[in-house]
């Protein structure tokens, strides 16, 4: 039996020799190439963690001790440790999360998967402990350096350094990366840590000559290494990033040396007050191929050959986001004004070629999506227009900065939102489902939701000429497909992509979901009902051509891949009852709910949100009751009866 059979909680760790947890090390790398590569998932920063979270589950009593993972990806050898060695249906339904999740383990604290919030969850938990008397009890916090760019560590560092009674562990966990390499001037200051000769000739030279002197020499050590003003602080000028803020620091420390690691977290597990320990990790040890990638270490990888490393499944189609890449590419040849800004997500969001042409208009603010907003409103300012790509998700964290900063200002800045709507195996926190029902009620904003290549094409080109509002473009993850034709392009930019021979239901598609109202058009014109099918292309604000077809209609469906609580679908509703229109209006979308993890597909059809569930229900809509139609021309007057009939609303 391995020795990772035999661990089935963190205190089966307390019975294992230094030696026996090397080699679980090992065990546990092997383990997660061999099962990862079946699956995809987050290879490398679970690669790169393995001692860290070896060391902080034999120091620490999880759950007791609460441990957060800032972001979450890197948690999967903590799931090995605390029981769960399924990996079988990782991230599928019915499977392991992608993430911490508290219906899994009491182990698992916090289930958002949005970086820089560690420490705000830490703070509170710590503050909770020492109030209702339980201050014996240790809180950790494990935050990547690519998270220290973001402004939210560092408001929970200054609240955090103004109560020092508590067991407040931060563990820095320094790779040099957060998705890719991370930026800044933080970054710039660790890797000075991580490479200066100093640090390393001076961090070995004082180990040996402590050592001299037996226990007492290395207590001697310990102290002095770990103080705040200590031996080697005063050479590599590391602690002073955190002494202002009165926060205790110990290292760096080698996050795969088990041995200094154990040591330097009892070490801070002692102290009695916060306490930073800095660990310096590789993303990808131990796997070569992780390590030969120069992109992101292997950072999220679809199925693999583990002995290779080489994706499986052949090559794959266009996706939305390449489509994108290759379009801003020519937006910025056409307009020399037009730069691009991104969160920490460079190569994921498709700015990387634009990056590669124009070096120069590319700005990369590390994990502030907040600050990347409000910095896009200085840059429209100055006579820029700012293209700032994020994923869908990661828009939320900015609401504000687009409310106040950019609309109320009218600037002119165009969101590309990739992974909109379902994501599928990321879970809840990584469903691009809210920013549709955010955004539309942003004053003056347009929203822009392509059907396929051609519309994600020329929106983008319309989005950048607009000069005095913010401009939304969103599409979802995955391949593009095929070019949807429309049969007429209306007056005011609606395309009608098809027309029945009755005007009986008008099936608004959203973006990629313009396919799927065509499929639920054909099964309507099987059972002789007739169905018009509009791509709005522009969802925000509503056009006119939309009101005057909806009040030819008897049913107006709209279908969106965001929620339909205070959805597009919502909007139209309303839109249509101030002009006067009383055509019913069902808004279909997905619930109000947080969606578990599982294939788009599964979720999709939980949601109702297939053709034959749509088409079922509009039929029996259609053979139900009918009433007469009150209608009014609008503004004008009251409505009258006409000869006309409509379905009753349906029920919500």
């Known amino acids: 039996m391995s020795l990772l059979d035999g661990i089935h909680g963190p205190r089966d760790l307390d019975a294992l020799s230094p030696a026996q947890l090397t080699d679980l090390a090992a065990e546990i790398r092997e383990f997660l190439v061999e099962n990862v590569a079946r699956t995809g998932g987050h290879l490398g920063p ?6 860290l979270t070896i060391a902080l589950h034999r120091v620490f009593a999880s759950p007791d001790d609460p441990i957060i993972f800032d972001t979450g990806h890197q948690s999967y050898v903590h799931k090995l440790l605390t029981g769960r060695q399924d990996f079988s249906a990782l991230r599928a339904r019915g499977g392991l999360a992608g993430y911490p999740q508290r219906s899994e383990s009491p182990h698992d604290v916090v289930e958002s998967s949005h970086a820089s919030s560690s420490l705000s969850w830490a703070d509170g938990i710590s503050r909770a402990f020492a109030a209702t008397g339980r201050a014996d009890r240790h809180v950790v916090a494990v935050v990547g350096d690519g998270a220290l760019t973001g402004g939210m560590t560092w408001e929970a560092l200054n609240n955090i350094t103004d109560d020092n009674e508590r067991n407040l562990v931060i563990v820095v966990n320094d ?7 991370t930026i800044g001037g933080m970054a710039r200051h660790l890797n000075r840590v991580r490479t200066t000769e100093t640090y390393r000739d001076l961090s070995k030279k004082s180990s040996n000559v402590a050592g001299r002197f037996g226990s007492v020499g290395r207590a001697i050590y310990r102290g002095v290494r770990g103080g705040t003003h200590g031996f080697l602080s005063r050479f590599t000028n590391n602690s002073s990033l955190y002494s202002n803020l009165d926060v205790k620091y110990l290292g760096p420390v080698d996050g795969h040396d088990l041995p200094a690691l ?4 009892a070490l801070a597990k002692s102290y009695g007050a916060p306490v930073i320990v800095h ?25 693999i050959d583990p002995a290779t490393g080489g994706a499986l499944g052949g090559a794959s189609a266009p996706g939305w986001t390449d489509v994108f890449a290759e379009e801003l590419v020519k937006v910025g040849e056409r307009r020399e004004d037009v730069i691009a800004m991104t969160a920490a997500m460079l190569r994921p969001t498709g700015l990387a070629p634009f990056a590669e042409r124009f070096p120069e208009r590319v700005y990369d603010v590390g994990i502030a999506e907040q600050h990347a907003v409000a910095s896009a409103a200085g840059l429209a300012y100055g006579g820029l227009h700012p293209v700032v790509a994020l994923y869908s998700t990661f828009v939320n964290r900015a609401f504000d900065q687009v409310l106040m900063d950019v609309a109320l200002h009218r600037a002119g800045v165009t969101f590309v939102l990739d992974r909109s709507g379902v994501t599928g195996p990321d879970g809840p926190s990584h469903h691009g489902m809210w920013d549709l029902a955010l955004l539309h009620i942003v004053p003056r904003i347009r929203i822009a939701a392509p059907r396929d290549e051609a519309r994600l094409r020329e929106e983008l080109q319309e989005a950048v000429d607009v000069r005095d509002a913010p401009t939304v473009i969103r599409f979802p993850k995955g391949a593009v497909g095929e070019d949807i034709p429309a049969i007429e392009r209306l007056s005011d930019g609606v395309d009608v992509l098809e027309r029945g021979e009755t005007e009986d239901v008008l099936i608004v598609g959203i973006g990629p979901f313009a396919r799927l109202a065509l499929d639920v058009a054909q099964r309507l014109r099987a059972q002789g009902i007739g169905a018009t099918v509009i791509d709005p292309r522009w969802v925000v604000p509503v056009a006119s051509s939309l009101v005057e077809l ?22 139209v509703r309303q839109v249509l009852r101030e002009a006067g229109i009383d055509t019913a209006v069902d808004e279909l979308g997905l619930p109000d709910e947080f969606l578990d993890h599982a294939s788009r597909e599964q979720i999709l059809e939980d949601a109702g949100l297939t053709p034959a569930k749509i088409a079922q ?8 009751t009918r009433v007469p139609v009150a209608r009014k021309e609008p503004g004008k007057g009251l409505p009258a009866v006409t000869g006309e009939f409509r379905l009753h609303a349906p029920k919500s």
């Open 46 to 51: 679970n690669l790169g963690v393995v001692e």
């Open 262 to 265: 154990l040591e330097t977290l």
């Open 279 to 303: 660990v310096i990790t590789e993303k990808g040890r131990g796997y070569q191929p992780a390590r030969d990638d120069e992109f992101d270490q292997f950072h999220a990888v679809g199925r």
């Open 617 to 624: 229900d509009v039929v029996a809509q259609v053979l139900g």
């Open 550 to 571: 909806a009040a030819r209609h008897r049913l107006v469906i709209t279908l969106e891949d965001g929620i339909r609580v205070g959805g597009v679908g919502t909007r």
């Open 175 to 181: 790779n040099g990366r957060s998705y890719a390499p």
